[in-house]
């Protein structure tokens, strides 16, 4: 018999309850004994969905406050001295102390927050663990061993989930001087033993241990250690499972494959060329786990495709096969049914977390029991699916394909080389040495969210919306008027959000009104979809930006989201590729480029937030990415005329591997995130010679802290040791939407002022 099971639910809850309970907790209005009850309620919830859905073996342990390693942080007793309470056990004020940073007042004095950062290719952001040279680990915090218990209560049948040593070693960083993390394992390794013999003592049987740096590149004394850690951990109690996940395991196949544990998982929807290589592999003795069930995605399973490997894998393994989503559903939405504005046909494509779990179950059952009536209901269904998304009018669109068909090299290639290019842009924008700009947004005041909401419920009629976002508009322009800025923006008052504002106006986007994911700690997205083929029916930002330059008579910058940001910060769709999605939205962005340019726009932002962190997780698959997103970036900003001026804006990236791709994207001018570095990401350029224009940020828009201008000139004349001081711009690191408006005047006098100063001194 095949075997359903888990890797991890998602804990926000479905109508977010845990987002509430923390957000509620933190400003004093739900005590810790309600906070615990919400997550005692939310646990049992979600055990119930995932058994009726027929899931037989239950993830505990993946429910967590804040993180998921946070919570092991506070499990080994990793707690940075800063964070400690004199002669109290840590707890949860403890651990969201360490999430949130602790104030003055507390009895320790300030400490700030551990740093947050972006799990594997997700966009779920974990607390990285500080290990210092000395670090002692120690069993401190009891919470896996109570909610096993309660569990059982329940008459659950449970599977513990860790993140392994290794994994967790390598997701934290060193403090107070370089050292390596792996001198830390033997120290580290008698905790899990010590945690598999409670669980043991429980009586628990199976042990999930996630292992995803498996599927990473690593340098063999990590891969070493596997063997080292995993030979010492067998001898502890319980059957454990290695989990890997987001990718595949490639060279570490064989390695993990051979580790002295009882099963192990491996994602074959993003990697299902590890089928059947794996079977080869894989000792008589070992369960093997397959995610078959897409844990990244919105989109139901082809029932009958994910059955051909998995009747192969049955015919050869037996009840030594078990199934799973491809990993945790921390990154799904929790329960379509929860939508109810969804249309039919939409709402039948779709699978959240509850319905993943059903389709994990149905799988299990089609090879248990292939005859069984709701099997072969379920299959009957799927195929309908399948077939209505194959043939969609919604989906499908020949003017779209047509126009993709028909790109042609030239498309996206600006009509001349850069050299020529910036000449005739300087002559047209006639910009000082050192201009200054933004990056595109300003405060998004309380009051421009009630307009908007306001707006969007129907209270607000559309004029009087718009004169809102008109004021809010001559408010910014005028600012920056006084400001003495070169380059004016119109601050993005109208937007919700960099993504969601286009996807919203484009054809082949839909939203979900609950597909909320879990971001960090009480903070969710929620990401729309990708539905079918993209285009833009109407111009969606030239209204806007034709008032604002109509307000001054200085530049105003076009501003857009690129397609790869686009692509990367939805759910795409599964039926085509991502090179083919980032195509369509290159396409229609450069629409709206184009008619920014015939409504006189000079200069043109098309913001790449995004485009480092779509690299793939292997090195070996970068080339492929990037020669597709520089390209799709290229594609959409190649229309125009050599005299029009295309900026793009990175946020923090290490461009070191990149900066050759980064250059392929041609854009005249970009900007990037660099003062928290002190201008050292700048040494990749200046290596590359990179040979257009960059913005390096002199101030970090993260801080309310408003440096002053000495700070900003030597940051600049830093710069300027990377790049000649003619082709630098002078601008924040990021957008401003999240700060004030008294501290963002007062930074951008102080920037307006260092530009000035630079200017004089050349
Ligand atoms: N133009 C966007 C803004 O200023 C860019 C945001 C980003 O890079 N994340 O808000
Ligand atoms: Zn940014």
């Known amino acids: 018999m095949a075997l359903a099971h888990n890797l991890g639910f998602p804990r926000i809850g479905r109508d977010r309850e845990l987002k509430k309970a923390l957000e509620a ?41 804040y993180d998921q390693v946070l919570t092991h942080s506070l499990t080994f007793g990793v707690i940075p001295q800063r964070f400690h309470r004199h002669g109290a056990k840590p707890g949860l004020d403890t651990l969201f102390d360490m999430a949130r940073g602790a104030s003055q007042n507390s009895c320790c004095g300030a400490a700030h927050a551990q740093e947050l950062t972006k799990w ?61 993390r792996l001198e830390l394992l033997e120290r580290l390794l008698p905790v899990y033993g010590e945690i598999l013999q409670r669980l043991a ?8 241990i996630d292992e995803p740096i498996l599927a990473l590149d690593l340098p063999q004394a990590w891969k070493n250690a ?22 595949g395991l490639e060279d570490n196949l064989g390695l993990a494959a051979g580790l002295p544990v009882d099963g192990l998982h491996i994602d074959l929807v993003r990697a299902p060329e590890q089928f059947p290589a794996i079977l080869d592999r894989l000792p008589a003795y070992k369960v093997l786990s397959l995610g078959v069930v897409n844990g990244r995605n919105v989109w139901r399973t082809d029932l009958d495709k994910a059955l051909e490997v998995l009747r192969e894998a049955h015919g050869r393994l037996g009840s030594r096969l078990w199934l799973a989503p491809s990993c945790s559903l921390l990154h799904s939405p929790v329960d379509l049914t929860r939508e ?27 090879l248990n029991d292939p005859q069984a009536a709701e099997v072969q209901a379920a299959l009957t269904e799927s195929r309908a699916v399948q077939a209505s998304r194959a043939a969609s009018a919604r989906i499908h669109k020949p003017a779209v394909q047509a126009r993709l068909a028909a790109i042609t090299a030239a498309d996206s290639q600006r009509q001349s080389p850069f050299a020529t290019r910036i000449e005739l842009q300087r002559a047209r924008l006639q910009l000082p040495p050192f201009p200054t700009t933004t990056i595109g ?56 959000d960099m993504v969601e504002y286009f996807a919203e106006q484009l054809d082949g986007y839909a939203f979900t009104r609950f597909g909320w994911v879990q971001s960090y700690g009480s903070r969710c997205v929620k990401p729309a979809l990708i539905v079918g083929d ?9 209204d806007w930006i034709r008032y604002a330059q109509g307000c001054t008579s200085k530049l105003m910058k076009g501003m857009l989201t690129g397609p790869v940001t686009m692509l990367l910060w939805s759910f795409p769709r599964d039926d085509i590729s991502r090179e083919q999605q980032a195509r369509q939205l290159a396409l229609a962005i450069r629409d709206e480029v184009l008619d920014l340019e015939r409504a006189g726009i000079k200069v043109i932002q098309i913001d790449e937030a995004a485009f480092r962190e779509g690299l793939p997780l292997r090195q070996a698959h970068w080339q492929d990415y990037l020669a597709w997103a520089s390209e799709a970036f290229r594609l959409c900003a190649s229309g125009v005329r050599d005299e029009t001026q295309i900026h793009t804006h990175m946020c923090y990236s290490e461009f070191n591997e990149v900066i050759e791709s980064i250059a392929a994207m041609d854009a005249d001018v970009i900007t990037i995130e660099t003062s928290r570095s002190d201008m050292q990401l700048l040494e990749a350029f200046e290596r590359f010679d990179y040979p257009n224009e960059i913005g390096p940020g002199v ?41 004030g408006w008294a501290e963002t005047e007062a930074a951008l006098v102080n920037m307006v002022a260092a530009a000035r100063q630079l200017r004089a001194e050349l």
Not at 41 to 54: C, S, T, V
Not at 534 to 540: D, I, Q, T
């Open 534 to 542: 993209l285009s833009r029916p109407h111009a969606m930002t030239v």
């Open 201 to 208: 003592a429980q009586g628990i049987d199976w042990v999930q």
């Open 25 to 65: 907790h933190w400003k004093g209005e739900l005590d810790e004994a309600g906070l615990l009850r919400v997550g005692r309620e939310l646990r049992a919830a979600h055990w119930q969905l995932q058994q009726d859905a027929g899931i037989e073996l239950l993830p505990v342990g993946d429910f967590a406050w």
């Open 699 to 739: 101030y970090d828009i993260h801080s309310p802290r408003v440096p002053d201008t000495g700070e900003m000139v030597r940051l600049l004349q830093r710069a300027a040791r990377h790049v000649p001081a003619e082709r630098l711009w002078v601008n924040p690191d990021c957008g401003l939407k999240t700060r």
């Open 120 to 180: 594997f290719d997700s966009n779920y952001h974990y607390l990285v663990p500080e290990f210092t040279a000395d670090q002692q680990f120690a069993l401190s915090w009891e919470q896996l061993f109570e909610e096993v218990a309660e569990g059982q209560a329940l008459g659950h049948n449970l599977k513990p989930v860790l993140i392994g040593p290794l994994t967790y070693l390598w997701l934290g960083k060193c403090k107070g001087g370089e050292f390596d």
């Open 340 to 366: 109810d504005r969804l249309d039919s046909e939409l709402q039948s494509w779709l699978a959240f977390a509850v319905q993943k779990c059903r389709e994990v179950a149905v799988l299990a059952a089609a």
């Open 226 to 247: 596997f063997e080292r850690a995993y030979n010492i951990l067998q001898r502890e109690p319980g059957r454990k499972l290695i989990a890997t996940y987001f990718a």
């Open 441 to 496: 947004s300003f405060p998004q005041t309380a009051a421009i969210r009630q307009a908007r909401q306001a707006f969007k419920a129907g209270t607000l009629s559309a004029a009087a919306y718009t004169e809102a976002m008109h004021d809010e508009i001559r408010h910014a322009v005028s600012i920056q008027e006084q400001l003495g800025l070169d380059v004016l923006v119109h601050g993005e008052a109208e937007r919700n």
